[in-house]
């Protein structure tokens, strides 16, 4: 049962536009949503994260929105740099310690 | 140190073989988690330490896997008589718990598992 969904593997968006990333999910106790973004050979760093009483967190060109009733979440990005390609994670938790990642998006951007 | 160190950063091992990964967390972080991540696939959850003991271990696949943490610092995950579909990179993070709500968790860079 995948309880947090990334339904796209790949999303490729020239340098200087905006990159969307998308997030499903399906248990409605999560309580907390965060981003992370992993280069290759790297553990996973956090970029940024949602409290379920919001719907919208910004963090310089990194704004992640959270629709509770659609159980969406998403990040975007802009304006997109190439240093952003990486693969970005999506997680959740219920106010306990456990995460449920979800799969991941390799976003490259194209110079 | 600064950040989650684990070792080895690359391990290959026969078929049948014993492993033993380490992770060295956060200096003061009391939460430790072990994760997997198959080639395509997403971070599979392992196992979960408060401190020295192990209050979640749902996510080990089978007895063959198992955990320990010494001293609220390192924490070693053993592998025996490993399998060819152990071969993953298996990632440590480490969390200061919940501050506010939230729970930030730290990663290692992983140890690369091959099983041939």
């Known amino acids: 049962d995948q309880q947090v969904k990334q339904n796209s593997p790949s999303l490729s968006v020239q340098e200087g536009r905006i990159s969307i990333l998308n997030c499903d999910y399906t248990n409605s106790m999560f309580d907390y949503f965060l981003w992370y973004k992993k280069y290759p050979a790297e553990g996973p760093t956090f970029l940024i994260s949602?409290?379920?009483?919001?719907d919208k967190n910004e963090d310089g060109r990194f704004t992640v929105f959270l629709n509770k009733s659609a159980k969406h979440l998403s990040l975007h990005i802009v304006p997109s740099q190439p240093g952003d390609s990486a693969v970005y994670f999506c997680a959740a938790h219920t106010g306990t310690y456990k995460y449920i990642f979800g799969t991941g998006t390799r976003l490259k951007v194209l110079a | 140190g600064a950040g989650v160190s684990q070792s080895p950063s690359n391990k290959v091992t026969e078929k049948g073989k014993d492993v033993e990964l380490r992770c060295d967390p956060i200096?003061?972080?009391?939460?430790l988690y072990w994760y997997r991540q198959r080639l395509g696939q997403g971070l599979e959850f392992l196992i979960y330490?408060?401190?020295?003991?192990?209050?979640?271990k749902s996510g080990l696949p089978s007895d063959r896997f198992s955990a320990e943490r010494t001293g609220e610092s390192v924490s070693t995950l053993t592998i025996q008589r490993t399998q060819q579909e152990d071969s993953a990179v298996y990632l440590c993070?480490?969390?200061?718990?919940?501050?506010?709500?939230?729970?930030?968790?730290?990663f290692g860079a992983g140890t690369r598992l091959s099983v041939l």
């Open positions: 993070a480490s969390s200061a718990g919940l501050i506010r709500g939230k729970n930030i968790q730290y």
């Open positions: 330490f408060q401190g020295n003991s192990a209050p979640d």
């Open positions: 200096s003061g972080h009391t939460a």
């Open positions: 949602i409290s379920s009483i919001k």
